[in-house]
Each structure stands twice: as C-alpha cells, then as structure tokens.
C-alpha cells in the first residue's frame, strides 16, 4: 500500500510517502504530529470497521521518504497538504489530526473549508498552555536541540513555528468557531484545562479511557468505535 508523488512546491519538487486504501466512500485523512509518522496509523487504518472508506495517511516532509525542507513552517504543511489533496483529486475529506500538528489542520479547514467534512482533533494545543514543549524547544539554541534530541532541522524549525502561532493565533476561539462538524478526543490521563470551555459551547468531547497520549494506539477498540461513531454520524 505504501505509494508516493511528487508536489511542485516553492520551485522544487518534493515527494511525499503516503498509504492509501480506495473502498470508495468518503475518504479520512490521518495525519501525524511532530515526532511521529504515517505508522502510527496503521492499526486504526488496518482495522475492519473502516473497510467502506478510502483512507490515506502520510509522511509530512521530513519523515521517512518524504523529502526533507529547509526552514519549514506551518502555514508550509498547510499549503503541502492542498497540494497532496489536489494531486490525488480528492475534493473533500475528513481530517484526523494527532496532538501538536491539529494546528495545521485547523489553519487548513480556516483557509480550505469546502474540502473537509469533518475535524477531528486528539488532545492538545487549544491554548498557548498547552504548547509547553515547543516553547522549551524555542528557548534552545540548533546545536543545543541536536544534544537533547536529534539532529533534524524540522523538527526544530517547525516547532519555532508552532510557537510563533501560538502567539499570533486565538487556537481554541478558532476551533469553537469552525463552521463543520467537530470532536475534541482526549486521553483519560491527561488534564485539559480548556475542557469546560469546550463543553460550555456545545464542542463534542469524548474520553478514551485506559490510554495514553496515543489512545488509537493505546486503546484502539474504544477510539476506533469513537471515530467510526463520529464520522458515521457527521
């Protein structure tokens, strides 16, 4: 299953790794977030109950195969993920976003709203709060981030993006004010300090419980029956 294709993007070409799975129906779209990859996926993706959707998840540009992009941004993936769309012509789809790179996914249903037909975010980055990595990462000098992590450029740069976002962006007005259906899947172990602000605006919230920061990994029966219930009905 695994394919790839070639984007033209800033004057250069860029490949992008991806899965895909055509039962054609409506097709979901699962994206990973910053330390992650299309792997994570694979279990939710694999899993019976999802055999009348087409399904696609990819490596972002500095995963895997996919090619790697200097002083990557944000607004960079958001305008990649048009591209990836328009490629495979897939007019609209429904977004499945893990923790910290929703953002993307948020500023992508803000500027391309025709194309999704339903958001889903799990946990993380509503408020400025809950980026507490980034910013420790933004307080880091490269060579100091390469001694604590890895070396990877990227993933550096991108998270200096994320926090510059943070400040420029009102993340969690910008989700309460999405014109498309939404849920708001968060792990049982994990403190949301926004949690009744979204309750209090009617945002649909669901708890997996027995799970961690990965719950389609941690506990794949609930969140599985969690995302086929919400897509199923949205």
């Known amino acids: 299953m695994i394919n790839s294709i070639i984007l033209n993007y800033i004057n250069q070409e860029i490949n992008i790794e991806y899965f895909y799975t055509n039962n054609c129906k409506n097709t979901i779209l699962f994206l990973h977030w910053l330390w992650a990859n299309k792997d994570d996926f694979l279990e939710t993706s694999n899993n019976e109950i999802f055999k009348d959707f087409n399904l696609i998840w990819?490596?972002?540009p500095w995963t895997n195969r996919s090619t790697y992009l200097k002083n990557i941004t944000i607004d960079n993936l958001v305008?990649?993920?048009?591209?990836?769309?328009?490629?495979?012509?897939?007019?609209?789809?429904?977004?499945?976003w893990h923790s910290m790179w929703w953002v993307v996914g948020l500023k992508f249903a803000d500027k391309f709203p025709s194309k999704v037909i339903s958001f889903v975010n799990i946990e993380w980055n509503l408020?400025?709060?809950d980026a507490?990595?980034?910013?420790?990462?933004?307080?880091?000098?490269?060579?100091k981030f390469k001694e604590e992590f890895w070396d990877n450029k990227s993933l550096y740069d991108l998270s200096?993006?994320?926090?510059?976002?943070?400040?420029?962006?009102?993340?969690?007005?910008?989700?309460?004010?999405?014109?498309?259906?939404?849920?708001?899947i968060y792990w049982d172990k994990s403190e949301i300090p926004t949690l009744n602000v979204l309750k209090d605006n009617w945002i649909n919230t669901r708890c997996i419980p027995d799970s961690w920061h990965h719950p389609f990994i941690?506990?794949?029966d609930e969140f599985n029956k969690t995302l086929l219930e919400f897509i199923t009905n949205n």
């Open 58 to 60: 990819i490596d972002f």
């Open 160 to 184: 200096l993006s994320l926090v510059e976002e943070s400040e420029n962006w009102d993340f969690l007005t910008k989700f309460i004010n999405l014109f498309i259906p939404k849920i708001y």
């Open 218 to 220: 941690d506990n794949p």
């Open 132 to 143: 507490s990595f980034s910013w420790y990462i933004s307080q880091l000098s490269y060579e």
């Open 79 to 96: 305008e990649i993920l048009n591209l990836f769309l328009e490629k495979l012509d897939l007019e609209k789809v429904i977004l499945v």
């Open 127 to 129: 408020i400025k709060k």
